[in-house]
């Protein structure tokens, strides 16, 4: 697993403690029912304080699958 | 602290921790707030379980107004901000900022007030409560540009802060210090229009970090320390008394020495609250009393007590001090201008806070009166401070004369000894105070949140007894608690504490004497737990008992007569709320 990845999914161990691990790498809105709004403007902190860097709230609505904030934290690094 | 930190924090209680509920009421969406807030206050009580509940956007009022007697949190925290009291002041809002508007915000807010007033009055016997005053600007609003205070914004803080002042005037408010805030929080980096304006949080996210924090702070502060001991020479006042002679040394503005002066106005007030203030030098005594006698010191001689003056270590000194306190050392601030005497102290003394006076470092200097108010400040003050130096050396004297601890027959008979129950006396923040902090008299070393101490005195069958003592060397004050239930022909005895003050007076075998006798029972089972520090309990229990207790135990009547000494008090008892006016 990349380290992206596995700081990744240790946000996401932070957020949703009662979620299983091997379940993270497929969780989404749609499958994680305490994935709301809260826990998503949390889950978006808990990246901005692990990566050290700052989220737009725009991008928050699209970001709604782990893959989908792999795909954005690794683009993200590629830019800088 | 960040997000990730507050969120592991309050993962790693227990699930089977007992819950201590707290119930954040805002007008916006708490997000970080409330999981700050839930960190901090899990800091404050590792050994509960935080929950905290919110109310609904937009109805702060209306949150305050649904917490019913049978509905009490553990702990009520209350983030007011300006849309909560008229929500044309909602950056969110589609109301009018037009001039007539503004006149009506202006009247509207203080019906607000008075709303939520209303609201807190009527559950101030209920929890602790933390309140913040709004943080955030008001919207440019006014027709003044923004460098001039408007005449309507003037009114709107002025009703706020009348507001506040009656509110922290109940006793059972803590509000936040808005100039503490201010330092912590800068004023412009408080708002983030962009989160008020997609999730209904305006704060950032460090904003929110710290207002939880101060909260949380005031909502369950920090027990003070008891008392503060303090050099003499460039501490006290400026300059070596032994060399230059008691009439040369200063504390005044003209000698640049006003920071020892404004070191003895703190003393002499922290005094005044109660704290107790001692003095340890190395020094002439004979000299040191010339000093103390001089008539513009700042802090009364009298404030003080006992002073340590010889040449001989200050660890001796301060375990003299802590021996006539008879409190322990990590209830206790030692001040000195010399690290290596600060080091002395702390290596004899563990626990003690040891802070080096600055007296070259005004802003050090500044920064050390603000640190010994916040380790002392209290936030209330009862006639029992005011009177616990007085008993202390009262206490010394009954010591001296009852040398060797076990006071003979003949002085107890003649001391003219009246102890009073007070029957009445379970609301009574002296009660739930010594409750709290006293250590070396207590069943089972248990803390009691305010919530708790309620359900525990209104429980059915509940007893408590606020005990009172005063004699011939003058009056004690409420030095003893015991709390529990009566159950059938016996109490269950949950807390019982004493003053250390009052030891070797047979308070304690009278206290139990009386309640034999009143409550009717004929055995009182004792919710005890051997703790680092009661060994004056262990040791009162041990020859009651005839052993030593390790856990809970009962105690008959007969079995304590049959141990109980001689008493000569004069016995008073006050059993209705009015006798507390």
């Known amino acids: 697993m990349d380290e992206t990845r596995q700081r990744l999914t240790n946000c996401f161990q932070v957020v949703f403690p009662d979620m299983p691990p091997d379940e993270i790498p497929a969780a989404s809105t749609a499958t994680v029912a305490n994935w709301d709004s809260v826990a998503a403007i949390t889950l978006m902190n808990v990246i901005e304080d692990e990566f050290g860097m700052q989220m737009d709230l725009d991008d928050l609505a699209d970001l709604d699958s782990f893959e989908k904030l792999l795909a954005y934290l690794q683009k993200r690094q590629q830019v800088a | ?581």
Not at chain 2, 198 to 222: F, I, M
Not at chain 2, 275 to 283: E, H, P, Q, V
């Open chain 2, 1 to 581: 602290m960040n997000i990730t930190e507050a969120l592991k924090i309050t993962q790693s209680v227990p699930r089977d921790a007992r819950p201590f509920a707290v119930t954040l009421a805002c007008g916006f969406t708490p997000l970080h707030l409330q999981t700050f807030l839930a960190a901090y206050i899990q800091q404050s009580i590792p050994d509960r379980k935080v929950t905290i509940s919110t109310g609904l956007y937009g109805n702060l009022v209306g949150t305050l107004e649904s917490i019913s007697a049978e509905s009490l949190p553990d702990g009520l925290v209350i983030a007011l901000e300006w849309p909560d009291l008229d929500a044309r002041l909602d950056y969110r809002s589609a109301g009018s900022w037009s001039a007539a508007a503004v006149n009506d915000i202006v009247s509207h807010a203080k019906s607000a007030l008075d709303r939520l007033a209303s609201a807190l009055a009527k559950i101030l016997a209920g929890p602790r409560i933390s309140l913040s005053l709004p943080t955030l600007p008001l919207p440019p609003l006014f027709h003044t540009p923004g460098w001039q205070a408007s005449a309507h914004q003037l009114h709107l803080e002025s009703d706020l802060l009348r507001f506040a002042a009656d509110v922290a005037q109940e006793g059972r408010v803590a509000i936040v210090n808005t100039q503490r805030l201010d330092e912590a929080s800068p004023a412009d980096a408080r708002f983030d229009l962009k989160s008020d304006l997609y999730t209904g949080l305006p704060y950032t996210t460090q904003h929110a970090d710290r207002l939880a924090s101060q909260l949380a702070t005031a909502l369950l502060p920090p027990a003070p320390k008891k008392g503060i001991i303090s050099d003499l020479d460039d501490t006290l006042w400026s300059g070596i008394v032994g060399e230059i002679g008691p009439d040369a040394v200063t504390w005044d503005l003209a000698s640049h020495a006003q920071l020892h002066g404004l070191y003895q106005k703190l003393l002499g007030s922290l005094a005044d609250s109660g704290t107790l203030i001692a003095a340890a030098s190395k020094n002439d005594p004979a000299v040191v009393r010339q000093a103390f006698d001089r008539p513009d010191l700042l802090l009364r001689t009298d404030q003080v007590f006992p002073i340590e003056v010889h040449w001989k270590a200050k660890s001796g000194s301060v375990t003299r001090i802590l021996e006539t306190w008879n409190i322990a050392a990590d209830s206790v601030i030692f001040v000195d201008d010399s690290p290596m005497e600060l080091a002395e102290v702390a290596a004899a003394h563990p626990g003690i806070e040891c802070v080096l006076f600055p007296k070259n470092d005004y802003a050090a200097g500044l920064a050390m009166l603000r640190q010994l108010r916040d380790r002392c400040g209290k936030e209330r003050v009862s006639n029992d401070d005011a009177l616990r130096l007085e008993s202390i050396r009262q206490g010394a004297a009954f010591r001296e004369q009852t040398a060797g601890g076990t006071a003979p027959e003949t002085f107890l008979q003649d001391i003219n000894a009246v102890v009073t129950f007070d029957f009445a006396a379970g609301n009574e923040p002296r009660v739930f105070e010594l409750v709290n902090k006293t250590n070396q008299f207590n069943l089972n070393g248990r803390r009691y949140t305010e919530s708790d101490w309620r359900k525990l005195i209104s429980a059915p069958g509940a007893v408590l007894a606020a005990v009172r003592y005063e004699d011939k060397f003058g009056p004690l004050g409420t030095i003893a608690v015991l709390a529990g239930q009566v159950d059938g022909r016996c109490l269950n005895v949950d807390a019982w504490v004493m003053s250390c003050r009052a030891f070797a007076r047979r308070i304690e075998h009278q206290t139990l004497k009386l309640l034999f006798g009143s409550a009717g029972v004929s055995e009182m089972q004792f919710s005890f737990a051997p703790t680092a520090k009661n060994g004056p309990t262990r040791e009162f229990f041990t020859a009651v008992l005839g052993e030593e207790p390790q856990s809970d135990f009962r105690l008959t009547r007969s079995q304590f007569e049959e141990k109980c000494p001689a008493l000569y008090h004069e016995v008073r008892e006050m059993r209705r709320a009015e006798a507390h006016g």
